[in-house]
């Protein structure tokens, strides 16, 4: 069940077949239907959630009411409130299912024995953060730097596959601008 | 000459004196006059820098010439292109000291073996990422959810000791408005 994730481990990390079979003892697999809640804003974040199958994200909603999408995850990717499972604090995030979803869920009671069962993965996650890093810093900088169109453009560019799962909406509040505006942007396209 | 940063690793994981010791080998402090850059967008940034004195930030330039920071560090804070550094790829920021500066830098040719040497540092750099992912989240959050005005007083409310060391047009940026509008916000605030 958790071959993806020894798989993904893998492409950081040595981590053998023994290794693999220990992890399983860590984790749960979980499984969504499409628009449930992994996480709800003032819930503290009690676990780091692996995808195995399908598309999640995290979103927040503004004071008037207006959706944002944060972060999205597909198969292969990590997702978590990191500052909430770390400090287990109340979240400011939501985490909600996208597609019907099926994920490997490492515990926050569970994650310090893990470590210390298999303390190569401190390595295999500091690395997995560092990525994480880098693409926030891109993201701030993109909201800055580039137009709605342009944001548009890099993101279709950089993530073909999300485009035809993701909601127009979702992907428009992400994006920092209105559907309406992501309609507009498409037509010129193919037009 | 490390001290500070083996305190601060200290706060996260147990670091004895010989340890400490070892860790000087991988580092050079560094000097810089305030405003000279530690890396130009389009270089490769070739270091981490932990802050032992002084201030710097991240900023880049928008299509239309105006400066944007990113992000700032002072004593006891890294601060570095985590992409850049990683992968080995141009910069699309600046590093630029604020005021005098005095760095640790770590450089890449020398990071993975200083992990080797130290191996429990990978739980300290995953920690030290997780932290600022959580701060980098939380960036995005409020730049869409809560106005220029509660930006800058949830600023001032979580960083008093920058307030008085960042030149205005530097946190007006940050915050994502004119200079103008900081002055404004700082007026009300006093009268």
Redesign the interface.
Known sequence: MLQPLCDHIRRFIPFDDVSCARLAQFFEVETYKRKAFLLREGEVCTAQYFVLEGCCRTF????NDTE?T??FAIEGWWMT???SF?QRTPS??HIQAVEQLRVAALRRDLRDGL?ETLPQL??Y???I?????????????Y???LSGEERYHNFATRFPEFLQRIPQYMLASYL?FTPEFLSKIRAKRIS
């Open positions: 927040f909603t503004a004071a944002h944060h972060l409130d990191a500052q770390e400011q995030f470590l401190e390595r996650f500091r690395i953060n560092e990525r994480a890093l880098a693409a926030a810093n891109m993201r701030v900088k909201l800055f730097s920092g």
